[in-house]
């Protein structure tokens, strides 16, 4: 008999040589149905793997949810699942197209791909035919088995099915490595796996799209077809899916951005957006409100310059980590960067001048424009972009101050992601690999976070070794209205940049010590941060955000006059107002406004100029009635000051 420890404690025995599903199957019959993979003492494995000895057990089903390193390994089975279904289109192609080749197939944050070497054109109307086969697939309930061969006799099996991109992957492997098979049917792919017991447990599928791929990434290489796809367990889990798929592309930044003349990227310059006039706007209101509130809470401004010495960046260790993704310029016979971050640039300020304790806390605080080299296949409208500003604050501080400082900063991100309806998740990071400094920092550092997360009762989650490199840091994740998140703000220790820099404050006595130092951001990138409130708003912005707040909307000539009166006393009043004077429908001009997701509609005929109103439609309320002047003045005066989200 063997033992096995569930993860709640309880111990149960069996006969050597059962299968993890059939204990899945013996906890609960809901468990056995529900089960896709298991993890045994610690390490992902099949169900239909054998136990011989006493184990530590957990079944995982679809939404198991781990605190992992990287966000995608976050629910583990979902990535056994999508394996198993990008074999499944891989045995589907190869039925269809016998001559076609393999190459990897991996599962992704959402979803699977496959790539493949196809002899004749593959194209986006190819897919349902794929579809098709791959449901056969399913409905054929195939097992997936498990098998490993030595070397020589894998590069024999994978010759004879005319694999060479297999061949390649074998002869690149070393020389040790076990080489592991997954049969269903008559398809065998190469895979370290792990898999699900067999096809029939994909219950849901939709292929997506196909792209171009070069092999192992690299453009000197083939140029391979990847099929993107998903799948659940559920048919109403893919539909809610694909209905958010659907959602996110009505909500597209880039869509929006262009059409309502917010934003643009040109040829002439990948990576690098224009801001125009209406979303100059929305940029400008963001950093104004960024500048009220780091007032309120005693930040000091500063602004310093996009282009210093290589030196500068090889002593603050940007170089080492990001010399690759900076772009450079001689000067006077000497090697100068645009800077990829603003820290370096407040230290020297910082430097400038020699500190007193009692000037501690320092906070100071830059809109400053950084620039990365961004391969051109990663860019992405706003969301990623060569050059961008960063709303970065550095604060240098006294050991006693950390925890203060900390609960202080999050209390500001807080504030400020409510403005816009965020809800949010926190990760704490941890030292990373390519780490600077002590265990000994490095342990107070990351203590003192947890401990100012403690004493604010919030919850998060560990992202182990994915802190910065000068120090741990707290992340904000945002979840947006359709349910997706971004990461966005955080909160970052460092004992190692005020070290690197010989920072000193003269404390009480009189003796000089090191300042402690905190890099925070709120929005993280302005840019970026306007391309999620436009997909969070669908582009439909609060008031005290709209480019044109207020459109009057005369319903002939003879009401011109009066409305550009009233036009007048709003713009007085401060709000950003525009008259459509064309001679045009009244419904025309409503709808009009409606697509320019204008926030309040005011329409003006005979009965309005007569009786000294305005008859007020809004974006979400629609007909809100008639108002006078004097009182909607004060309505929306109100709900743009509070910020307000109810329009």
């Given amino acids: 008999m063997i033992t096995v420890t569930l993860k709640d404690g309880t111990k149960k025995e069996y006969e050597e040589g059962i299968t993890i599903q059939n204990i899945a199957k013996s906890i609960s019959q809901g468990l056995g149905k529900s089960a896709i993979c298991a993890k045994v003492n ?3 494995t099949d169900l239909t793997n054998t136990v011989d000895e006493d184990i530590n057990l957990e079944i995982l089903t679809f939404d198991t949810e781990y605190n992992e390193k990287e966000p995608e390994d976050a629910f583990p089975a979902r990535r056994v699942f999508w394996h198993t279904t990008a074999h499944i289109l891989a045995q589907a192609v190869k039925r269809l197209y016998p001559d076609v080749k393999l190459t990897i197939g991996p599962p992704i ?3 699977f791909y496959y790539d493949f070497e196809f002899q004749n054109p593959f194209s986006a109307d190819d897919l349902a035919k794929v579809e098709k086969e791959m449901q056969k697939i399913v409905k054929e309930n195939l097992s997936l088995k498990r098998f490993v061969l030595p070397r020589n006799e894998a590069i024999e099996l994978m010759k004879k099915r005319g694999e060479s991109y297999k061949i390649e992957l074998i002869d690149s492997l070393p020389e040790d490595e076990e080489l592991s098979f997954y049969e269903q049917g008559e398809f065998i792919d190469l895979c370290v796996g792990k898999h699900l017991p067999s096809t029939g447990m994909v219950k849901s599928l939709k292929l997506l799209s196909v792209a171009g791929a070069y092999w192992r990434a690299d453009q000197s290489n083939t140029m391979l077809t990847r099929i993107y796809g998903i799948s659940y367990p559920k048919k109403e889990l893919l539909d809610a899916y694909l209905n958010r798929l659907e959602e996110a592309k009505k909500r597209d930044h880039r869509k929006l951005g262009k059409e309502l003349e917010l934003f643009d990227i040109y040829e002439e310059g990948p990576g690098f957006p224009f801001f125009l006039p209406k979303g100059m706007v929305i940029r400008n209101q963001l950093e104004d409100f960024w500048r009220i509130e780091h007032e309120k809470a005693g930040y000091l401004e500063i602004r310093t310059p996009i282009i210093l010495n290589e030196e500068l960046w090889k002593r603050s260790g ?15 016979e000497e090697i100068y960067r645009v800077k990829p971050m603003n820290c370096p640039g407040a230290l020297l300020v910082y430097k400038s001048k020699l500190h007193s304790y009692r000037d501690l806390p320092k906070r100071v605080g830059e809109l400053g424009l950084v ?8 860019l992405h409208g706003l969301m990623r972009v060569r050059c961008f500003t960063q709303d970065d604050a550095h604060i240098f501080m006294m050991p006693e101050h950390i925890k203060d400082e900390i609960k202080g900063v999050f209390e500001l991100i807080d504030k400020f992601y409510s403005i816009f309806g965020f809800t949010y ?3 704490l990071s941890t030292r990373p690999e390519n780490s600077m400094g002590s265990d000994e920092d490095w342990e107070m550092a990351t ?3 947890k401990e100012a997360l403690f004493d604010m009762g919030r919850d998060y989650k560990i992202n182990e070794g994915d802190g910065a490199f000068y120090g741990p840091k707290i992340d904000f994740h945002l979840e947006d209205s359709i349910g997706r998140t971004w990461q966005c703000g955080t909160i970052q220790l460092d004992f190692q940049m005020p070290e690197r820099f010989d920072l000193t404050y003269i404390g009480s006595d009189n003796e000089k010590h090191r300042p402690i130092m905190i890099h ?7 840019e970026r941060f306007i391309g999620i409130l436009t997909e969070h708003f669908a582009a439909a912005f609060p008031l005290w955000l709209s480019p044109v707040q207020i459109k009057i909307l005369p319903v002939s000539h003879s009401s011109y006059e009066y409305s550009k009166k009233i036009s007048e006393e709003f713009i007085k009043s401060g709000f950003r107002t525009q008259i459509d004077i064309r001679n045009e429908k009244i419904g025309f001009k409503i709808r009009e406004a409606q697509l320019s997701k204008i926030p309040y509609m005011l329409i003006i005929g005979d009965k309005e100029v007569e009786q000294n109103t305005i008859t007020v439609r809004s974006l979400r309320g629609g007909d809100l009635g008639t108002y006078s002047l004097y009182d909607f003045i004060q309505k929306i005066t109100k709900e743009n000051t509070n910020k307000d989200l109810t329009n």
Avoid: C, F, P
């Avoid at 620039?371 to 990663?378: D, I, K, M, Q, V």
């Fill in 42 to 44: 610690g390490e992902i």
């Fill in 520 to 526: 925070r951001v709120i929005y993280g990138s302005v």
């Fill in 425 to 427: 998740k926190i990760e």
């Fill in 447 to 449: 203590n003192s976070l």
């Fill in 109 to 111: 944050d959402k979803g």
């Fill in 371 to 378: 620039h990365r080299h961004e391969l051109s296949g990663a």
């Fill in 318 to 332: 940007h170089y080492d980590h990001y010399k690759d993704n900076m772009y450079s310029t001689i000067i006077d």
